[in-house]
């Protein structure tokens, strides 16, 4: 399994960003498998951001309600982060991720730089 990010980069506080994360593996069906997003800081632990389920429940981290917005596209495997109102405090590599059947979340991507300059 290959998860692939992209889309982040130097934003100032109040653009807005919509992450990426590209899909694909042989023994993977991205249609039947929950997918997430989390992000880490300097210093920090990672953290959890959002997950969609395969039929688009979702589920965000309490930090970040009401800004950020996960959506999938099963026919492109691929999973999205909208996040509108960029503050400072959202700098950190955000990494896209899959639910792995008994086990929770494995197989990362190697992550897209988010850069929030005030």
């Known amino acids: 399994v290959q998860l692939v990010e992209s889309g982040g980069g130097l934003v100032q506080a109040g653009d807005s960003l919509k992450l990426s994360c590209a899909a694909s593996?042989?023994?993977?069906?991205?249609?039947?498998?929950?997918m997430g997003w989390f992000r880490q800081a300097p210093g920090k632990a990672r953290e959890f951001v959002a997950s969609i389920t395969y039929n688009g429940s979702r589920l965000y981290g309490r930090s970040v309600r009401g800004r950020f917005t996960i959506s999938r596209d099963n026919a492109k495997s691929a999973v999205y982060l909208e996040i509108t109102n960029l503050q400072p405090e959202d700098t950190a590599v955000y990494f896209c991720?899959?639910?792995?059947?008994?086990?929770?979340?494995?197989?990362w991507g190697q992550g897209t730089q988010v850069t929030v300059s005030s």
């Open positions: 991720t899959r639910d792995v059947p008994t086990t929770g979340w494995g197989d």
């Open positions: 593996g042989d023994s993977f069906d991205f249609s039947e498998t929950a």
